[in-house]
C-alpha cells in the first residue's frame, strides 16, 4: 500500500480481515456527496436571520476530494481559504474576513487577497469559521489507547504494576508477538482518528513498534515525531531486553526514519531516569548529537521518582539530568511536577522546554507542575495529553482548559494563566517541542491548521476568538484539519482511512490484547 503523501516512497502496511483500508474513488466520491448534502442540509435549517457569527452554511470544495490530494502529491496545488470569519495567527494576533493561501505544504499569504482563479487553485469557503495553528499533542503512549478502562483510580506505581507492565509484555512476548506489528499499526490509527477530528495536526509519540507506528502514520496523515522509547533497569524481569539489544534497536529506528519522511521523525526516548543506568543515558545524549535529534525524557513526574533518582545519585531528577548534559534547546523534558525554583532556572538557562500533561498528572495523583512559574522564567511550556490510559482522552481543546483552569485553581489566582498562555502551549509551544515549523499561521510556515465551525450553540457569542475556543470548544467542533496543505479531515470525517474498519479492528486487537497479557502475565509474574 503506498503512502500517499507527497515525495514518500512505499510504506508497508499490515494486511488482514480487520485492516483499515484506503478509500476506493468509488467511496470518496459517495463520501463526498454525503458530506456535501449534510452542509447543504444544515445551510436549508439555518435560521435567515443568523448573524454574522453564524451564518448558513453553503457547499464546499466542488472538487473530488481525491483528485486534490492527487494535486497535492504533485506539489503543484493551491488551496485558498476564502473569507474565514477568524484567522487566529497566534495567541496574540487574530484576523477578521480573512483569507489564508497555501501552495504545495507552506502558507504563502496571510489577510485579504485578489486571487486569480486559476484550474490549480482549490477553494474553501471560510464563512463561519475560525482558523487555528493546528494543535500538537507533545507527548503521549499511544499503544495505550488499547488500554484504556482496564484500571483506574490508582497511582502511577501500582497502574504500571497492575496494567501497563502486563500488557506490554503481551505486546512483546509469547504468541502475540506474530501479530505485533499488526497491533502497532492499528493503534497508530485509531489515535490518529481521535486526534485528526480533534484539530491535532502533530503528535509525539513515546512508543514501542515504531515500525508499525510509523506506517500507521503515513496512511492515516498525520504529522508524527516518534520517541523511541528505552530502559535497561527497574523494570520487571519478563519485560527486561539485552542492553545491547536495545540499544541496537533504538539506532536502528533513529537512523532508519530521521529524515526520510516529510511528515514523520524521531527523537530518542530514555524513559526517565530511574529506568535507564547513567551508561543508557549518556549513550542516548551522545546518539542524539551524532545524529541530530532530539531527546523527550520523563523527568519529576512523581515524589517516587525523585526520592529514588536523588538516593541513588544525591541529585533531583532535573539537576541529574542536566549533570550529564541531557537538557537543552533539543530536550523536551516531560511533566517536571516536583522541581524546584533552581531546577526550574536550569530549564530555562538550557532552552528545555517542558511538556505539561496537566490531565494525566491529576488522575494519577502526581500532582501539578508550577506551570505559572516556569512561564515567568521564560520556559516554553508545551501541552499534552500523555497516554490514553491515564488521561482517556486525546482532546487537546479539553486539555488547554485544564491548563488554564488548573493554576487558577490552586493558587486563588484567576490571572495567572490566562487562555492566550493555554493556547500557545498547545500551538506555538508544542510546534517547539516537535521541533516542527508550524504553530503560528505566517508565510514560509508549515501549512499546519484546524478550521472550527462557530455555528455551535456553546461558542455564541463569540466575543473574544481564543478566550472562547479554549474555555468553550470541544474536538467535535473541528468541520477541517489540514496537514502540510492536504485535507486530511472534511466536514468532521477523516478522508485517509476506512473509521468503521478502524474502529473494527481496534476492538479486535484491544479485546485480544488484554486477554492474552492477562494470561501471559499470570505465567510469568510471581504475584
Not at 483506574?152 to 497502574?159: A, Q, Y
Not at 504494576?161 to 497491533?183: F, K, Q, S, V
Request: aromatic share 6%; proline share 5%.
Amino acid at each position: 500500500m503506498m503512502s500517499r503523501l507527497r515525495g514518500c516512497s512505499a510504506i508497508a502496511s499490515p494486511k488482514s480481515e480487520y485492516g483499515v483500508v484506503r478509500l476506493s474513488p468509488a467511496d470518496r466520491l459517495a463520501l463526498q456527496h454525503d458530506v456535501q448534502t449534510h452542509m447543504m442540509r444544515l445551510s436549508h435549517h439555518s435560521d435567515a436571520h443568523d448573524t454574522h457569527h453564524c451564518p448558513a452554511r453553503p457547499p464546499r470544495i466542488s472538487c473530488v476530494y481525491g483528485k486534490l490530494n492527487k494535486e497535492a502529491r504533485k506539489g503543484d496545488m493551491r488551496l485558498l481559504i476564502r473569507n474565514a470569519s477568524y484567522v487566529i495567527r497566534d495567541a496574540r494576533r487574530v484576523e477578521r474576513d480573512a483569507d489564508v493561501l497555501i501552495e504545495g505544504d507552506r502558507i504563502v499569504a496571510v489577510g485579504q487577497m485578489a486571487v486569480a482563479d486559476t484550474p490549480d487553485l482549490y477553494t474553501l469557503d471560510g464563512a463561519g469559521l475560525a482558523v487555528i495553528p493546528g494543535l500538537v499533542n507533545a507527548h503521549t503512549h499511544l499503544y495505550q489507547n488499547f488500554l484504556k478502562g482496564l484500571r483506574d483510580d490508582v497511582g502511577l506505581v501500582e497502574w504500571c504494576n497492575t496494567t501497563l507492565y502486563p500488557m506490554a509484555y503481551a505486546i512483546h512476548r509469547g504468541h502475540w508477538i506474530e501479530h505485533d506489528e499488526t497491533c502497532g499499526y492499528h493503534w497508530a490509527i485509531l489515535s490518529g482518528l481521535e486526534m485528526l477530528r480533534g484539530g491535532v495536526t502533530c503528535c509525539v509519540d513515546m512508543n514501542m513498534n515504531m515500525d508499525s507506528v510509523f506506517g500507521g502514520w503515513g496512511e492515516i496523515g498525520i504529522r508524527g515525531i516518534g520517541a523511541v522509547a528505552v530502559a535497561d533497569r527497574w523494570l520487571p524481569g519478563p519485560l527486561r531486553k539485552d542492553p545491547d539489544a536495545t540499544r541496537a534497536e533504538a539506532l536502528r529506528l533513529a537512523t532508519t526514519w530521521h529524515g526520510a519522511h516529510p511528515r514523520l521523525d524521531v527523537v530518542l526516548g530514555p524513559s526517565t531516569p530511574f529506568l535507564c543506568s547513567r551508561d543508557l543515558l549518556l549513550w542516548t545524549r551522545d546518539r542524539a548529537a551524532e545524529l541530530g535529534i532530539g531527546v523527550q525524557i520523563h523527568l519529576a513526574e512523581t515524589r517516587y521518582e525523585v526520592a529514588q533518582v536523588l538516593a541513588e545519585t544525591g541529585l533531583t531528577p532535573v539537576a541529574y539530568a542536566h549533570s550529564l548534559g541531557l537538557l537543552g534547546p533539543r530536550t523536551t523534558a516531560v511533566h517536571c511536577v516536583h522541581v524546584t525554583d533552581a531546577e526550574i532556572d536550569l530549564l530555562a538557562e538550557t532552552g528545555t522546554t517542558v511538556v505539561h500533561c496537566p490531565k494525566s498528572n491529576l488522575k494519577l495523583g502526581s500532582g501539578i507542575a508550577p506551570i505559572p512559574k516556569m512561564l515567568k522564567r521564560g520556559v516554553t511550556v508545551a501541552l499534552a495529553a500523555d497516554g490514553a490510559a491515564s488521561n482517556d482522552t486525546l482532546d487537546m481543546f479539553e486539555e488547554m482548559r485544564f491548563a488554564a483552569l488548573l493554576h487558577k485553581g490552586v493558587n486563588e489566582d484567576p490571572t495567572i494563566i490566562t487562555a492566550r498562555q493555554a493556547f500557545e502551549m498547545a500551538t506555538a509551544g508544542g510546534a517547539r517541542a516537535a521541533g516542527t515549523d508550524a504553530g503560528t499561521i505566517d508565510p514560509g510556515r508549515l501549512a499546519d491548521l484546524a478550521l472550527i465551525r462557530l455555528d455551535r450553540p456553546h461558542l455564541q457569542p463569540f466575543h473574544d476568538p481564543i478566550n472562547t475556543l479554549v474555555y468553550c470548544a470541544k474536538a467535535s467542533d473541528v468541520d477541517a484539519t489540514i496537514i502540510g496543505g492536504e485535507i486530511v479531515v472534511w466536514g468532521g470525517i477523516v478522508q485517509t482511512v476506512n473509521e468503521a474498519a478502524a474502529r473494527r479492528a481496534a476492538q479486535t486487537y484491544g479485546a485480544q490484547l488484554y486477554e492474552r497479557g492477562v494470561a501471559l502475565w499470570q505465567e510469568v509474574s510471581p504475584s
